[in-house]
């Protein structure tokens, strides 16, 4: 038997290896604390390169029983608007039966908020992600278009948080840095 791979799927496969064995390189696990999943902007902000800054907190759950799956999404693109292209949202895509429904509520910059003690986040009139305790976070979002989706969520972590990277240079100039951080790898989910 051979195995054929696409181009596309090379490639894809090929970033994963490279990702996950740069990611592995850093060496022994770094403790993780409630403030390296805050909000992290005043630490990059140089004033000259904000606009390209842009940072997320991204939840899922997967409820086989009744034929769900969901992903939430908060996130800041630009937060003082530099670019004047600057982005606050709120996403969801849910997975069921007759298809993914995806719908986002998207908001100029100033809509935002967030801790840079730890992941508590305001998103619009709606969307919230609230820091309950080193293992508990709760977050809530509704939004709308052809489909209404509404979410209030306990997620209790089960497995030790992944620091893959942190500011990790990404590209030619010395601005270019990314963090990577999972910090709930595995969590029940609770909730409506």
Same mark, same amino acid.
């Given at each position: 038997?051979?195995?054929?791979?696409?181009?596309?799927?090379?490639?894809?496969?090929?970033?994963?290896?490279?990702?996950?064995?740069?990611?592995?390189?850093?060496?022994?696990?770094?403790?993780?604390?409630?403030?390296?999943?805050?909000?992290?902007?005043?630490?990059?902000?140089?004033?000259?390169?904000?606009?390209?800054?842009?940072?997320?907190?991204?939840?899922?759950?997967?409820?086989?029983?009744? %034929?769900?799956?969901?992903?939430?999404?908060?996130?800041?693109?630009?937060?003082?608007?530099?670019?004047?292209?600057?982005?606050?949202?709120?996403?969801?895509?849910?997975?069921?039966?007759?298809?993914?429904?995806?719908?986002?509520?998207?908001?100029?910059?100033?809509?935002?908020?967030?801790?840079?003690?730890?992941?508590?986040?305001?998103?619009?009139?709606?969307?919230?992600?609230?820091?309950?305790?080193? %293992?508990?976070?709760?977050?809530?979002?509704?939004?709308?278009?052809?489909?209404?989706?509404?979410?209030?969520? %306990?997620?209790?972590?089960?497995?030790?948080?992944?620091?893959?990277?942190?500011?990790?240079?990404?590209?030619?100039?010395?601005?270019?840095?990314?963090?990577?951080?999972?910090?709930?790898?595995?969590?029940?989910?609770? %909730?409506?």
């Amino acid at each position: 038997m051979r195995l054929r791979l696409s181009p596309g799927i090379f490639y894809v496969c090929l970033a994963y290896l490279c990702l996950s064995g740069w990611a592995l390189a850093d060496g022994g696990a770094t403790p993780v604390t409630r403030q390296d999943d805050a909000y992290h902007f005043a630490a990059f902000a140089d004033g000259r390169h904000d606009g390209s800054f842009a940072e997320w907190w991204y939840f899922n759950l997967v409820e086989p029983e009744q %034929g769900v799956q969901a992903i939430f999404a908060y996130s800041i693109v630009d937060p003082t608007n530099r670019s004047g292209r600057g982005l606050s949202s709120v996403l969801a895509v849910a997975y069921v039966a007759g298809g993914p429904h995806q719908e986002g509520a998207y908001m100029p910059p100033d809509s935002f908020a967030a801790s840079a003690d730890q992941a508590d986040v305001t998103v619009g009139p709606g969307g919230r992600i609230e820091v309950i305790d080193d %293992g508990r976070y709760r977050i809530v979002g509704a939004v709308s278009g052809a489909h209404s989706i509404a979410w209030n969520l %306990g997620y209790t972590r089960q497995s030790d948080s992944w620091f893959a990277a942190d500011r990790r240079h990404v590209g030619r100039f010395p601005w270019e840095q990314m963090s990577w951080l999972v910090y709930m790898p595995s969590a029940s989910v609770s %909730g409506p």
